[in-house]
C-alpha cells in the first residue's frame, strides 16, 4: 500500500474505531445489560430476588453488541466460562445438601449430631485363675455423643457406665473394681447380671409339681442371687452387636440341670445395647427343658454424682409405685402387699433419699424392699433418680412388675466392698417379686418348657 493510501486508511478508520470503543464503553458502564443467568453471583449482588430460570438476554444488549464489532469469541469463552462455574455451584449446593441429607439418615443409623460413629471395641481384661486361665474379654461400647459402657464376660457384668453431667464433663456412674481381681472375690454383685434367680427365697427351698428343691442358703438362713455360683460368677459367651441404632454386647449361658439346685437346663440370654439416645437397655430371655424358677436382674450400683464421689443421700429419687412388699428380720416378704402413703416408703413423688432412710427399721439401717408398679402390663416407668448437684438424671423404664430399692446399708469400705462406704451407692433391680416360689399370691416365676422368660430394662439418661 502507497503512503498516501496507508494515510487515508488511518483516517478512515481510526475514527470507527474510537465510536466503537465509546459504544463498548457506555454498553459497560450505563447502557442495559444482558441478565445472567439464574443463580449466578451477579443476580445474587443486583436482585433482591433471583430470577426462577434461564433469562432471555435484553434486546438492546444485543443490538449495541453487534454494532460494537468486538471479538465475540472471548465473549463466548466468558460465558462458558461462567456456565462451567454456575454449573459446578448449583452441583456443589446439590451436593451439600444430599449430604446433608444423608448425615441425617446416619444419625439414625448409628451416628449422632457429632457425627462419629457409635463403635464397639474388645480387649483382655484379665484371665481366670486356675492352670486354664479362661481369658475375660471387656467389651467398650461408645456412642456419638461419648456415653461408654464398658462390660466383661466374667458375669455378664457392667463395670462402667460413663455419662456426662450438665457442664459436659464425663464421670463414671456405675460402682465397681478396676481391675478383674477384685470381681473374684466376694464382692456385693457390682454390676453383673444376677440369676437364676435374684433376691431372696426363703429358707433356700420350694416346691414344683410336689417335688421339693433345696437351694444353697447362702444369706443365712435364705437364697440369694442364685446361690454360691450365681450367673455373676460364671464366664458368659459374648459377641458384639451393632444395629443401625445401637452397639452393644450379647451374653449367652448355658446353666446345666441341678446347678446351685435348680431343676432344668436353663438357656440364657442377656442383651445389654446403648444408642444415641443415650439409652441403656437390658433384654433377659431363658428357655428351659424343665420346669423351674426363672427371676433376672442387672446389679448395678448407681451414683450420679460419680462413683467414689461420696453418699447418695441427696439424690432425689420418685418410684412410680403406690404398694411395696413388706419384710421379716431376714428381709422376706411377709406376703402382705402395703400402700405406701403416709409412710416413709412412699416415692410416688420426688423425695430426697436421705429424707426418712435414717426411719427405717432394719440392720442395717436402710431401704432394702421391693416395691410394685402401678402398671407391668407393658413397658412403663418405674423410677425417675437425679443428682441435684450434677444434674444427671436416670430414668428406668421396664416390662417386670416391681423394683428393688436398695441404699446400699451393707457397704462398710472393705477391699471386698471396693472400698465404698455405707450409702456410698444404690441399686435399682427391676424383677419379680421376692420368694415368690413359696407365695402363691405372688405373681409367678415358673418357667416351663415351650415357654419363653423375656423381661425388658431400659436406663434413659440426660441432665436438667
Not at 58 to 87: F, I, R
Request: negative net charge; glycine residues 10%.
Amino acid at each position: 500500500m502507497k503512503p498516501v493510501e496507508t494515510l487515508i486508511f488511518c483516517c478512515l478508520a481510526f475514527p470507527v474505531l474510537l465510536i466503537s470503543l465509546a459504544c463498548n464503553v457506555e454498553k459497560t458502564t450505563s447502557g442495559p445489560a444482558a441478565k445472567p443467568k439464574s443463580g449466578s453471583p451477579e443476580v445474587a449482588e443486583v436482585d433482591a430476588e433471583p430470577s426462577s430460570g434461564p433469562s432471555t438476554p435484553d434486546a438492546s444488549a444485543v443490538a449495541t453488541d453487534t454494532e460494537a464489532s468486538v471479538d465475540d469469541s472471548s465473549a463466548s469463552e466468558q460465558g462458558t466460562e461462567q456456565d462451567a462455574e454456575h454449573d459446578a455451584e448449583q452441583d456443589a449446593e446439590q451436593d451439600a445438601e444430599q449430604d446433608a441429607e444423608q448425615g441425617t439418615g446416619q444419625e439414625e443409623k448409628g451416628t449422632g449430631v457429632e457425627g462419629e460413629p457409635m463403635s464397639v471395641i474388645v480387649s483382655d481384661f484379665g484371665k481366670m485363675p486356675g492352670e486354664e486361665g479362661q481369658p475375660i474379654e471387656l467389651y467398650t461400647c461408645t456412642n456419638a455423643h461419648g456415653f461408654v459402657l464398658e462390660m466383661m464376660t466374667y458375669g455378664a457384668t457392667v463395670i462402667t457406665v460413663q455419662v456426662p453431667d450438665r457442664e459436659g464433663n464425663v464421670k463414671n456412674v456405675n460402682m465397681g473394681f478396676s481391675s478383674l481381681d477384685g470381681y473374684l472375690g466376694q464382692p456385693p454383685y457390682f454390676g453383673a447380671t444376677v440369676g437364676r434367680y435374684c433376691n431372696r427365697i426363703a429358707g433356700g427351698r420350694f416346691t414344683i409339681n410336689e417335688e421339693e428343691f433345696t437351694l444353697a442358703t447362702n444369706n443365712d438362713p435364705n437364697h440369694l442371687h442364685g446361690g454360691e455360683k450365681g450367673f455373676d460368677k460364671v464366664v458368659w459367651d459374648a459377641e458384639q452387636v451393632q444395629t443401625e441404632t445401637a452397639v452393644g454386647v450379647k451374653f449367652t449361658y448355658e446353666s446345666s440341670d441341678g446347678e446351685e439346685g435348680y431343676p432344668g437346663n436353663l438357656s440364657v440370654t442377656a442383651i445389654y445395647l446403648l444408642d444415641n439416645n443415650n439409652e441403656l437397655s437390658i433384654e433377659l430371655s431363658a428357655t428351659t427343658d424343665k420346669a423351674t424358677h426363672v427371676n433376672l436382674t442387672n446389679h448395678n450400683y448407681w451414683n450420679l454424682a460419680g462413683a467414689g464421689s461420696g453418699s447418695i443421700r441427696d439424690h432425689v429419687l420418685l418410684l412410680n409405685c403406690d404398694r411395696y412388699l413388706p419384710v421379716d428380720a431376714t428381709s422376706i416378704p411377709t406376703g402382705e402387699v402395703a400402700d405406701v402413703a403416709g409412710t416413709i416408703y412412699d416415692f410416688t413423688s420426688p423425695k430426697q433419699i436421705g429424707k426418712e432412710l435414717d426411719q427405717v427399721e432394719a440392720d442395717p439401717v436402710g431401704y432394702d424392699h421391693c416395691w410394685v408398679l402401678r402398671d407391668h402390663a407393658s413397658m412403663a416407668l418405674a423410677a425417675v433418680l437425679s443428682d441435684p448437684a450434677s444434674g444427671r438424671v436416670m430414668e428406668i423404664h421396664t416390662t417386670q412388675p416391681a423394683i428393688q430399692f436398695y441404699t446400699g446399708n451393707y457397704l462398710d469400705g472393705a477391699d471386698a466392698n471396693g472400698g465404698y462406704q455405707q450409702y456410698e451407692g444404690l441399686c435399682l433391680e427391676t424383677q419379680h417379686y421376692p420368694d415368690s416360689p413359696n407365695q402363691p399370691d405372688f405373681p409367678s416365676t415358673l418357667l416351663s418348657p415351650g415357654e419363653t422368660y423375656k423381661q425388658t430394662t431400659i436406663h434413659r439418661f440426660y441432665t436438667q
